[in-house]
């Protein structure tokens, strides 16, 4: 009776762990939204200031700079947080709220990154927290920090099974938990995931991108997957190479915090003033894309997707940080309108096959790819994102285009 009194309570704190996740990641994105409409829709149509993209980014760069001087280089990116709390089965909680600035501020000035490095790493650091605080499970803390960066992910992607699988696959052995922590799991992703849908309801917010619809086409042109599929594994490449650049000069102005941050919020002012749809993680952006398509055109569309998969990169190692996968899938999605339009092929067609050919060779897990896509496209097209996603993970990337191994024997390599 004891041990079920006391799993009982545990399942009763791991729904209340969720529902405060699905808070913590509404009032985040909640926060973020209120502030790029204020930078960006309401500023500008107040005042009518010359270069106004630049200045925001060069001075937004400037003050992330002196930020993270004061409060040290964080977020940490999302394989960096995986990879702490699987080695120790800890986060450290002591920089919670600068994090969470940090976090915050590249986002409103437009940096191309998305909130799901910055919101993990605040997540499991407060459920280490609060798993040392409760000393009845204090063997338990490692599980429950395990199960918030899950309900983070299924929250902030809307994908409670990406939520559980991306933590746990992976390249060599995937090992799921044991059926009653797979319960637990499942339990804390859709009590945050729930949480939050609530909240957006009641204060008519989105609740996340609406999938595309496929009417289907010719047998034969299914074919094309094959060839879409090493597009997207090219563009892949470019990530990696791109990153490879990046990593190498942040290296060389590591100690340099503040003019690294301002060099990149130069960048990105300079992008987006030419190319706006650079800026920002992409999200709200892929809409916009897909509608406009033929109007942007095909080549144009190719060159906004190889200057975000750079500009992810610059933005990442100058200090404004973030997470990579909504811009990745951005890229994605702009190359694979542009073939559609040169290849006379259905869009969504296109975009799904390259889109999984790129996230799947940046992550290099087809299950949490296929997982994570679903979100954008349609049920039916899962088997062309499987063989994609599958395609990518098993031709490797040259090994001059990775990143060399850092003294503490892991690789700088973007992907978890």
Same mark, same amino acid.
């Given at each position: 009776?004891k041990?079920?009194k006391? /799993?009982?309570?545990?399942?009763?704190?791991?729904?209340?762990?969720?529902?405060?996740?699905?808070?913590i990641?509404?009032?985040?994105?909640?926060?973020?939204?209120?502030?790029?409409?204020?930078?960006?829709?309401?500023?500008?149509?107040?005042?009518?200031?010359?270069?106004?993209?630049?200045?925001?980014?060069?001075?937004?760069?400037?003050l992330?700079?002196?930020?993270?001087?004061?409060?040290?280089?964080?977020?940490?990116?999302?394989?960096?947080?995986? *990879?702490?709390?699987?080695?120790?089965?800890?986060?450290?909680?002591?920089?919670?709220?600068?994090?969470?600035?940090?976090?915050?501020?590249?986002?409103?000035?437009?940096?191309?990154?998305?909130?799901?490095?910055?919101?993990?790493?605040?997540?499991? *650091?407060?459920c280490?927290?609060?798993?040392?605080?409760?000393?009845?499970?204090?063997? $338990?803390?490692e599980?429950?920090?395990?199960?918030?960066l899950?309900?983070?992910?299924?929250?902030?992607?809307?994908?409670?099974?990406?939520?559980?699988?991306?933590?746990? $696959?992976?390249?060599k052995?995937?090992?799921?938990?044991?059926?009653?922590?797979?319960?637990?799991?499942?339990?804390?992703?859709?009590?945050?995931?729930?949480?939050?849908?609530?909240? /957006?309801?009641?204060?008519?917010?989105?609740?996340?991108? $609406?999938s595309?619809?496929?009417?289907?086409?010719?047998?034969?042109?299914?074919?094309?997957?094959?060839?879409?599929?090493?597009?997207g594994?090219?563009?892949?490449?470019?990530?990696?190479?791109?990153?490879?650049?990046?990593?190498?000069?942040?290296?060389?102005?590591?100690?340099?915090?503040?003019?690294?941050?301002?060099?990149?919020?130069?960048?990105?002012?300079?992008? *987006?003033?030419?190319?706006?749809?650079t800026?920002?993680?992409? $999200?709200?952006?892929?809409?916009?894309?897909?509608?406009?398509?033929?109007?942007?055109?095909?080549?144009?569309?190719?060159?906004?997707?190889?200057?975000?998969?750079?500009?992810?990169?610059?933005?990442?190692?100058?200090?404004?940080?973030?997470?990579?996968?909504?811009?990745?899938?951005?890229? *994605?999605?702009?190359?694979g309108?542009?073939?559609s339009?040169?290849?006379?092929?259905?869009?969504?067609?296109?975009?799904?096959?390259?889109?999984?050919?790129?996230?799947?060779?940046?992550?290099?897990?087809?299950?949490?790819?296929?997982?994570?896509?679903?979100?954008?496209?349609?049920?039916?097209?899962?088997?062309?994102?499987?063989?994609?996603?599958a395609?990518a993970?098993?031709?490797?990337?040259?090994?001059?285009?990775?990143?060399?191994?850092?003294?503490?024997?892991?690789?700088?390599?973007?992907?978890?």
């Amino acid at each position: 009776m004891k041990k079920f009194k006391n /799993n009982v309570i545990f399942l009763f704190y791991t729904i209340l762990l969720g529902a405060i996740v699905g808070a913590i990641v509404w009032t985040f994105l909640k926060l973020m939204n209120l502030g790029i409409e204020f930078l960006w829709d309401f500023l500008p149509s107040q005042i009518d200031f010359p270069l106004y993209t630049l200045c925001i980014c060069a001075v937004g760069g400037v003050l992330v700079g002196l930020w993270k001087k004061k409060f040290g280089d964080y977020p940490e990116e999302l394989h960096v947080v995986l *990879g702490k709390v699987k080695k120790t089965g800890r986060y450290p909680y002591g920089n919670v709220f600068s994090t969470i600035g940090s976090a915050l501020f590249p986002l409103l000035i437009g940096s191309s990154v998305g909130p799901e490095a910055g919101l993990t790493g605040v997540i499991a *650091g407060l459920c280490t927290w609060v798993g040392d605080k409760l000393k009845r499970y204090k063997h $338990e803390v490692e599980e429950l920090t395990a199960i918030g960066l899950s309900a983070t992910l299924g929250t902030i992607f809307r994908s409670p099974m990406f939520g559980f699988i991306e933590p746990i $696959e992976s390249d060599k052995e995937t090992v799921l938990p044991k059926t009653s922590k797979i319960v637990l799991y499942f339990t804390a992703i859709l009590s945050s995931l729930g949480v939050f849908i609530l909240l /957006n309801k009641l204060t008519g917010g989105k609740t996340g991108m $609406e999938s595309m619809d496929f009417g289907g086409m010719t047998l034969w042109k299914y074919l094309y997957a094959i060839p879409l599929s090493l597009i997207g594994i090219f563009a892949g490449y470019l990530y990696f190479a791109f990153k490879k650049l990046t990593t190498s000069i942040k290296s060389r102005l590591k100690r340099f915090t503040i003019l690294r941050a301002t060099a990149g919020g130069l960048l990105l002012g300079i992008a *987006g003033t030419f190319l706006p749809l650079t800026m920002f993680s992409g $999200e709200h952006q892929i809409a916009e894309v897909t509608a406009d398509a033929e109007k942007i055109g095909a080549f144009m569309l190719i060159l906004i997707a190889v200057v975000k998969l750079l500009l992810t990169n610059i933005c990442i190692d100058s200090g404004l940080k973030g997470g990579h996968f909504f811009p990745v899938i951005f890229c *994605g999605v702009s190359i694979g309108c542009s073939m559609s339009l040169l290849l006379g092929l259905n869009p969504v067609f296109c975009m799904a096959a390259v889109t999984a050919a790129l996230v799947g060779h940046t992550l290099k897990k087809p299950l949490a790819t296929v997982l994570l896509l679903m979100i954008v496209f349609p049920l039916r097209l899962i088997p062309i994102m499987i063989f994609a996603a599958a395609a990518a993970k098993f031709i490797p990337t040259p090994r001059f285009l990775l990143n060399e191994p850092t003294t503490e024997g892991e690789t700088n390599n973007d992907c978890p």
